[in-house]
């Protein structure tokens, strides 16, 4: 009977050490994603970071595109070499927002949303609407702004930045 006391005993301090190493472990995992989460966060706000002074550099450089110029209603191919440089410089001001919305400006898993960081998409498409609404304009579903671009960036510039509803199904 006593050896049957003892082995009970041996059983029920053996299982407890079992579970306090299950919540060890358990512990120790969660520590380990809130870690993850967190190193993501640094490096999604450092490439946002990183993304904005690329363009705010390029912007130095190019002072005459901070403002578009007037498009014409024909083809690409009547563009003027200074509306073509336009062009490109639109176009890297929206792979700008588009980066600074994919990785700070969308609403996460859990309902929240970098205010600051959706803004500063919101006013990069502002600032370049006339060339958004050309390219659409002239080349409809094919233009690169619903081409080359995530389609929650297109419905974030049609909802959030007032592009105007379908965007990229407008003739």
């Not at 966060?41 to 946002?48: D, G, H, K, L, T």
């Not at 705010?56 to 440089?85: R, W």
């Not at 050309?134 to 233009?143: E, L, P, Y």
């Amino acid at each position: 009977m006593a050896n049957r006391d003892r082995g009970d005993r041996e059983s029920r301090r053996a299982f407890s050490w079992a579970a306090v190493s299950a919540i060890a472990a358990i512990i120790a995992i969660m520590a380990g994603l809130y870690s993850f989460w967190q190193n993501t966060e640094v490096q999604n706000e450092a490439a946002a970071v990183n993304a904005m002074q690329s363009h705010l550099e390029l912007s130095i450089d190019n002072t005459k595109y901070t403002v578009a110029p007037e498009l014409p209603n024909d083809s690409y191919k009547d563009l003027s070499a200074e509306q073509k440089e336009y062009t490109w410089y639109a176009s890297h001001a929206l792979l700008t927002a588009e980066t600074i919305y994919n990785l700070r400006g969308r609403t996460n898993w859990w309902g929240e949303q970098d205010d600051s960081w959706t803004t500063a998409a919101t006013g990069f498409v502002k600032r370049h609407e006339s060339y958004i609404r050309w390219d659409a304009r002239m080349r409809g579903k094919k233009s690169s702004v619903c081409t080359e671009y995530d389609p929650d960036f297109v419905t974030f510039m049609e909802e959030e930045a007032n592009m105007g509803e379908n965007l990229c199904t407008e003739p």
